[in-house]
């Protein structure tokens, strides 16, 4: 008998499972249903690929990323791995579907908006499955980030075949996500498996943003090898690239808006340098296995924390010493808050707000960063880690309630439609040309703040932002969030951190 071990060896080349991957691959070679919670690079791939070598008949791999799935098939077969992907670009896909009724596909890529057509399924009644492997599980429930309907639909076709194990993967689901796929995917609450997330050798450090490309051209003289950089923005990240470019140190945008032979040339010059940055959008990442990444940074939050921890988690895959770096600007909880407001269905509303609450809360923290980002994910980390910006140089914290209240009041006296610059000079008390037209030198607020206070109107006005106590309009004018009254009255307190240099802004500079 060919044990898994001897299969992992000859056919994968690897000495040893890493972590619960033995765990997993067990359950799915005796027929349970298995959901996998394990962080990006753990290998995911092999829980399935294993299993699909090892028994009879083909795995079916409901995988969202059409993109990758010509990649994910190359990596199969290099193992020799019989694999094909089942998409519109599928050049034979009779040919396919007759290689599956043969029996002759280990391995078939499918993406869920096909898994559950009625011609799937009719397909699926003439073939032999070994295993039903569902990618990016976390995409079946409401409370992912990432919620994809069709995943929905997957659990009546897997009912069709209950005696086939299935192996829902996810690298991003907290605890409530968790117990959502179960359901969702028919998954008995025994079948869960989490890896332990944590990722010791990044260093993780969060600083307010005081100029991205000054403080990413600071870190990338700090940090050598490669790093990637994502940004907001296609145009940030052409931007950004052409700022930080130089000899010795290249620096390529990468962006879904780039030609596809662009954006592969620029890929794969990354993945074979040992120093090249990559200014990113979120398009980069997946699917790159790129273990000497040295450096992580984002010159703007990420979507959540699950989004934030997967796209961190694509440094120092090698074990080596690596580094994460979050520069945050209130603008972009402020701009996220909008999108939630306008753009995102009313009954997500709530949960979409709670994300980011917490994505605030992990910005504006004084305690260990490792410590929420693995609480955050269902695991008792200790108090610190000694491996973050927290836990390295403790900020010290201070109550600026007292500014807080200040500085709600004269927007709220103002009419709740005025910038911080605008508020900042009222309340110091500075008559500009501005202020006097509006006759806000005639306001109880004009002049209610000493220079010690006046300093930490953009932190402030930075953290109420963040934690929706102040909301901006696209101009900048800011007005209430549901967090505004407890502060006001005196409910509830307001602490920030002191940040460990004093960061000295220009005037008029967007960020704050
Ligand atoms: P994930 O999908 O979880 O992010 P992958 O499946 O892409 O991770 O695997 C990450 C890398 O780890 C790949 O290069 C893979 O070949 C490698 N890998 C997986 N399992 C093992 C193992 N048991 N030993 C050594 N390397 C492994
Ligand atoms: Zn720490």
Redesign the pocket.
Known sequence: MTSVHQL?HDR?G?????GV?EQVVARALEGHHTLAV?????????CYQLPALARHGTAIVISPLIALMQDQVRSAESFGINAAALTSASEDPRAIRDALRDGKLDLLYVAPERATTEGFSRLLQEADIALFAIDEAHCVSEWGHDFRPDYRLLLPLLDQHREVPRLALT?TADKRTRADILVQLGIGADGLIVAGFDRPNIRYHVRPRDGAARQVGALMKDQPGPGIVYVPSRNAAEKLAEQLDAPGRRVLPYHAGLEPKVRSRNQSAFVASEEMVMAATIAFGMGI?K?DVRFVAHAGVSKSIEAYYQETGRAG?DGDPAEAWLFWGADDFARARRRIETEVEPERRPQERERLNMLAAFVEAATCRRAILLRHFGEEPPERCGNCDNCLEPPATIDVTTVAQKLLSAAFRTEMRFGVAHLEAVLGGNDNEKVRQFGHDRLSVFGIMDAEELALVKPVARSLLARDALRADEYGGLSFGPGAKPILKGEQSLVIAVPPKRVRRKRGQADY
């Open positions: 992992l994968f690897f000495s040893h499972f890493r991957q394990m962080p990006t690079g753990a290998g995911k791939s092999l690298a296995d273990p895959r």
